[in-house]
């Protein structure tokens, strides 16, 4: 099968490799849309040593079964490979799993490929009428659904509904749309690049603004800079609560004093739960996470091409999905 | 009236002031125990600017009102004074009251004094047999009673029930107490000095320990150093929560990185509500906070050397109450 390759710091090879086979108690999946994560693009710079070459990147995965009963299904995939018997898993915390596994982190190579093999309790059938290309959303929205909720629960009941998303990058995007389909409606965009900020406002009617000195009830970190934390830190208001999305800088920049004084709760926030997944697949389904069109498809052949964008900020979409087939 | 006077860095004075009289809507509370806490020390070192010399300090009174229709009634003092009327006041977060004062801050002068004016509503009546130096314990176990409470809202509903309190002054054994107070019975205190540690387990029944490398699944920083928040982020569990009390160094410590992989929540809190205050003066009458015998006092006119002492270490109490009247 064709695969793109992480070979070392900002080396990509698009290249023939030995085809994905069906694991034992798996399904092979015929990837037909898989998108860039910042996470990917983290690896891509050579600063994860959780990822180390050469390794098969990208874990937001849509396609179709291929062989077996269930030949032709389309689904989704949710990426964390989890043991579903330790208490975490038990009591539906499966992304605190201690011996989770996700795809595109050694054992498991990632779907920057034609083909994946995967759990079947790890899929969410898409519907008739939805793309596949945007059910391959499904999990950079479940992070944030997820991260959305986790703030929600942490907000005094009798709380202003205001909440600031830091970064309009997919994440960030995505935040604000689960906190809407939450049914928050007071959202605002911190998002500094002019052309992802033309792009907020213009394609995807969202409230987007260069910077803020306001005060806000809720604020989601998607980006996860000491800068961006200080920001976070700086506009919570008292007895508020900062969401953590995502792995910039692994520390600095949290106003200790601030949030002590201020009774204000920092919440660290990873991936979703195996819940938190299927209801996020279900409201897009649904239609509650709007229109969904603010993608740009690219083939996985220029996937190099597509990470060099990224990286010089030549990309106003907040997301790029690669297909495997085009 | 006697009272002692802050008068700069490491400079208390014990002499004759105007007395305190009853301000309008105010009464007159003859002051019969007030504690020495952190933040007094804090202070008296240099390192408070919201607390400028000459100022009287101490903010943990009990006394017996003075004049008036309520001459002779004991009580213990909520210190925290607020407007009643803002949205953090009628959601019943008074502490996050944006023109909350304090006494020993300016406006409001402390009491480490014999005599001192709060409006009534601040005032818990104290039962027979209760004595006035327990009372006086109120304000310290309510910080600590308020910090256990919000920890365990924010614990998920499944999680075990294991609490780490990272240091054994007022603040951390009266953190373990609340814990057990609310239910939970496996509390572990970390205090590094010797003497305070034999205090804690000889005469406080309590679990202390020098270190531990454990994790808990709750972790009470009462402490409040970049070091203390290196130690709670290095031992919450994963998807655990960490209350953080109060403020040895504004800034450092947490390790961001662990936060977020770990989905652990990080709670800044700041004093209590009224319904935390008055909840604790409760549990300290019902004795559902142990004996509560883990002070020494002393008279007001040895206050300077008390601070010296608990400066220098030589205090093995978690807690020393003055006398005004002695």
């Not at 900002?10 to 399904?27: D, H, K, P």
């Not at 996470?39 to 396609?63: K, Q, T």
């Not at 989770?100 to 898409?126: H, K, W």
């Not at 906190?179 to 033309?198: G, Q, S, W, Y």
Request: charged share 20%; net charge negative; aromatic share 6%.
């Amino acid at each position: 099968m064709k695969a793109l390759i992480y070979d070392g710091e900002q080396q990509l090879g698009y290249r023939e490799v030995a085809s994905a086979e069906a694991r034992e108690n798996e399904v092979l999946i015929r990837v037909e849309a898989v998108g860039i994560c910042g996470s990917d693009m983290h690896a891509y710079l050579g600063h994860d040593n959780r990822r180390p070459a050469p390794l098969i990147l990208g874990h937001e995965a849509a396609g179709t079964i291929v062989g077996g009963a269930q030949d032709g299904r389309r689904v989704t995939v949710n990426p964390l490979v989890t043991c579903q018997t330790c208490p975490a898993c038990e009591s539906g915390r499966q992304n605190l799993c201690k011996t989770r596994q996700i795809i595109s982190m050694p054992p498991r190579e990632g779907a920057f490929a034609q083909y994946l093999t995967m759990p079947d309790r790890n899929l969410v059938t898409v519907p008739d009428g939805v793309s596949i290309a945007k059910a391959a959303l499904t999990e950079p929205l479940a992070v944030s659904w997820h991260a959305a909720r986790l703030v929600l629960n942490a907000l005094h009941p009798q709380s202003e509904h205001r909440a600031l998303v830091i970064g309009g990058g997919a994440i960030g995007l995505a935040a604000a749309l689960a906190l809407k389909a939450m049914d928050f409606e007071d959202v605002t965009i911190i998002e500094p690049n002019p052309a992802r900020r033309a792009f907020l406002v213009d394609t995807c009617q969202q409230k987007a603004v260069a910077d803020t000195n306001e005060g806000f009830n809720v604020v989601i970190d998607a980006v996860g800079y000491a800068s961006t934390r200080a920001k976070a830190s700086e506009l919570a208001e008292p007895g508020g609560a900062i969401a953590h999305v995502g792995l910039g800088e692994d520390t600095g920049g949290i106003d200790v004093r601030r949030l002590t004084l201020q009774e204000i709760t920092f919440i660290g926030t990873y991936t979703y739960t195996d819940q938190d997944f299927r209801d996020t697949a279900q409201a897009i389904f649904d239609g509650r996470l709007d229109e969904l069109d603010w993608f740009e498809t690219r083939s996985l052949a220029e996937g190099a091409e597509a990470f060099q964008d990224l990286k010089s900020g030549r990309v106003s979409a907040p997301k790029i999905i690669l297909d495997p087939w085009a």
